[in-house]
């Protein structure tokens, strides 16, 4: 059995971007080819987001090692420390880790190499051993679609209707994206690119106060070179949601919740017996199992009662660390670790697993799927 995980898109624009490619369709075309060469050989486009493969990766080597029938693993993920962790707990187990084979392609991060009883080995005519390219280099790939590209007519300039403002983006303010996000032309040849860390944004006008802390590096905007003129409902407040470095969600704080609204719940769910609803009061009444429901509907909280029912819901954890529901109302992180630095229930609290996770915004999505980076300090 052969699973690899990755992002389809990201890669391909990267490949395309360094001129190994002619476009994301080649990649396509491959990843297509290849899972359908074996029954068992399956490349899994995990899409958008930080993360997402890791933690696919960590489930897989989980779920193998552990199983009988399972002879051998050949792990290749020794580029990245993330998986140090998991790794860790096979490696004073002789028995479990003779069976996982660390599979080497290029450099292998710190603590690879302190690791004991793993066997190591390296495929040099399957995987790349040098990193891809930072900046995009002349390969014969590109200098064919460089000819090509020559060798067509000018497109006819068209004018827009008249009535229609005509926007000129100054180049002086335009903020390259990093390379995995750009939606990128094969047929044009790309500027070296400019990586989330070193990001700046530059803001005019009035609205740098707003989100000065931000870069965006999102996947619309002046990417392709076309800006949207379509009328926009400013007045809508944009939903995010933020994570950490190392891809966990982090929660927001609620508003300060009302104690007689508090009480009030409490007396309502003494009197019935039953709990609420979450998915009904907190998903717009969004409730699947209907009048079959066991808990609580109609009649509706006020905004109080549901702001006192959302803190009694962020006391439920989430099964997912990277959660990408953008109305998810579970717990992600501990809110009095969060808010006071410390929980006053070390060993009860429902969300102990959390307690000493990184509780720095590093990233955060809206609902386009944008993503911004937080400014270095």
């Not at 995990?46 to 193998?64: C, H, N, P, S």
């Not at 609204?261 to 209907?290: E, P, Q, T, Y």
Request: charged share 25%.
């Amino acid at each position: 059995m052969v699973h690899i995980y990755v992002s389809l898109d990201k890669l391909a624009q990267k490949l395309t971007q360094v001129g190994l490619l002619k476009g994301g369709y080649e990649f396509r075309a491959f990843a297509q080819s290849f899972s359908v060469n074996q029954p068992l050989f399956s490349i899994i486009d995990v899409g958008q987001g930080k993360e997402r493969a890791d933690y696919r990766i960590k489930e897989m080597l989980r779920t193998f090692s552990d199983n009988p029938t399972c002879k051998h693993i050949i792990f290749g993920g020794c580029h990245d420390q993330g998986y140090l962790l998991n790794l860790d707990q096979y490696k004073h187990d002789q028995r479990k880790a003779e069976r996982i084979t660390l599979l080497e392609t290029t450099a292998s991060a710190r603590g690879f190499a302190e690791l004991p009883n793993f066997k190591k080995t390296r495929f040099d005519s399957v995987f790349r051993y040098d990193p891809l390219p930072e900046h995009q280099y002349n390969s014969p790939v590109q200098a064919q679609v460089q000819a090509q590209v020559l060798a067509q007519a000018p497109a006819p300039i068209v004018s827009p209707p008249p009535g229609l403002p005509v926007r000129q983006m100054s180049k002086s303010n335009a903020v390259a994206p990093p390379a995995p996000l750009i939606e990128n032309n094969p047929a044009v040849t790309a500027s070296p690119t400019v990586t989330a860390s070193k990001l700046v944004a530059q803001s005019t006008g009035s609205s740098a106060a707003a989100d000065a802390s931000w870069a965006t590096v999102g996947k619309t905007g002046a990417g392709n070179g076309t800006i949207s003129i379509a009328s926009n409902n400013s007045n809508k407040k944009k939903k995010y949601i933020y994570y950490n470095e190392e891809g966990h969600r982090l929660d927001e704080p609620l508003p300060p919740r009302d104690r007689n609204a508090a009480d009030a719940i409490d007396k309502r769910r003494d009197k019935a017996g039953r709990n609420f609803c979450n998915n009904w009061h907190l998903s717009n009444g969004k409730c699947n199992n209907g009048d079959f429901c066991n808990f609580q509907h109609a009649p509706k909280l006020n905004a109080g009662e549901l702001n006192a029912l959302r803190y009694k819901a962020r006391s439920i954890p989430c099964k997912r660390v990277d959660c990408e529901n953008f109305d998810c109302y579970l717990g992600h992180q501990c809110s009095f670790e969060r808010d006071q630095g410390y929980c006053p229930f070390p060993d009860n609290c429902k969300l102990k697993e959390t307690h000493g996770m990184d509780k720095t915004k590093y990233v955060r999505y809206d609902e386009d799927g944008n993503e911004e980076y937080a400014r270095p300090k």
